[in-house]
Every structure is written in C-alpha cells, then in structure tokens.
C-alpha cells in the first residue's frame, strides 16, 4: 500500500514538473523609457527563478508563462514587477514602461543677508556685537623706541574697532564704492556688464573683430578694397574699443557698415593721392 502511495506521488511530481517545463515558452520583450539608456537591466522571472538582460535597445528573451510574475530593475529606473497573462504572449514583443526614478535633492535654505545693493536695506541686514569687541585682547606690543617717544600710534588695530566708535554706514559704504554698489543696482549692473564687455572687447584687435564679423567677400566687393590692401584698410579705419563698443551692437550693424563704407572712400582717396 505505501508503495502504491509513493509511486502515485511520484508520477504526480514527475507529470507537474514535465507539464512545466511544456507549458514554459520564450517570451520576447522590449523595456521602453524615455530619453534614458535602457541597455544591461535585469529582467527576473521570480516564478520560476531564471533572469536576462536587456540590449542596447532595451529588448530581451526569458522563459515564461503566463502568471509568471517578471520583475525589471535597474539604476535609474523605478522597479517594477509585471504579472504576464495570455495575451502578453500573443503580441511579437512585450512592451513593458519603466519610470524614471526621481531623486530629491537636500532643501536649499536662502538667508536673508543676501546683499540688494540697497545700502540702506544691507546695512539694517549686518549683526552689530555690542560688547563683542570690548573683550578682544589686542596684544600690542611696546618696544623701547616707542617708549620713549610716548604712547605709540597703532595702525594695525585702531580704536574704530572700539565699539563706542564703529561707524558701520561708513565702513558698508566704503565697501559699496570698492564694489561699485550704487543705490540704483539696475544701473549698476549695467555699468558692470558693460566694462566686462570693454575687457572681452579688447583681447581682440580691431581687424579680428571686423573679420569675425564680415566676410573676406565683402571688404572685396562691397567695399571694392583690394586683396593686398586689407590689413592696411584695417589700420586706417581702426577705432578705439570705447567707440567700437557701441558699433559692435546688434541694433548698429548698419552704422557698423555706414562707417566701413565711408572709411573705405577715404582710404581710397588717399591711395589715389599717393
């Protein structure tokens, strides 16, 4: 009798394992995502414990069947797992979305002594010690010629650190003016970025600006300035960079080329004269 049992429980086991692997076929899939990379992710068929891993193009092969649960994963992705059914196994290639995974940055807090440009507003924004500095101990040091000559002038530390005599408006405003912070900032950052623009103006020369900006055609044509004659044409019309600055701007190309074209009358006026 026990033999009967264990030889039924051994056909049974045999028949689910051989149904089993009968009922396992490969399954084709592709992971798609956006703008991300979806080569080398891991694809894991839970049920029955067999991986792959994707191409280049996200595609990959496992064997499956339906109720198997597939469970994708990869660095920049979300996981996910994905319970195939029937119908996934119609379709020529599963198409399975990850998402991107979202990592939060730490919270950014913003001070409130961020400098305005608005003196009054930046100075009531300074943390004034009242008896902070009164307990510094300066460490002067008297040497005998100092002695002599009386109490010594210490110009290292002088008595405006002294809190009765901090006169703080004087030292932000002498800061201000170092800096250039005026009581308009928007007039001040535009004076600002206009001497940034003088200082790039000037590593180049007047006739790289004009050849980066005109082609070699046009001093030919246009003006009618021979070959051999350009660099010296450049030479004659050369500005300054403070009177080429404004000429160099957008809205001026036709004053740029107004210029040009009546240096280049003179220029060839005075070849003629020549």
Sequence with gaps: MRNSILLFFILVITQIGFSQGI???VLRGKIVADSLEVENLTVYNITSNVGAITDVDGKFSINARATDTLF????SYDSKRYVLTD???WLPVLEIKLHVKITELNEIIITPYTLTGDLKEDT????VYGEGFSKIDMRIKHYEDDVRMGTPINTA?????APTGVNL?????GIANLVGIKGNPKSNSERVFEERRIRDL?????????LERFSHNFFIETLKIKNEDIPMFMSFAELNVYELSPLLKAENELKLIEYL???SAEFKLQKEKE
């Design 72 to 75: 994708i994963q990869g660095l």
């Design 87 to 89: 119908k996934d196994f």
């Design 261 to 263: 074209i009546n240096k």
């Design 169 to 173: 408006l004087g030292i932000v405003v």
């Design 157 to 161: 530390s002088p008595n405006v650190f």
């Design 202 to 210: 000037q590593s180049k020369s007047f006739s790289k600006h004009m």
């Design 124 to 127: 009531k924004r300074i943390q």
């Design 23 to 25: 009922e396992r076929k």
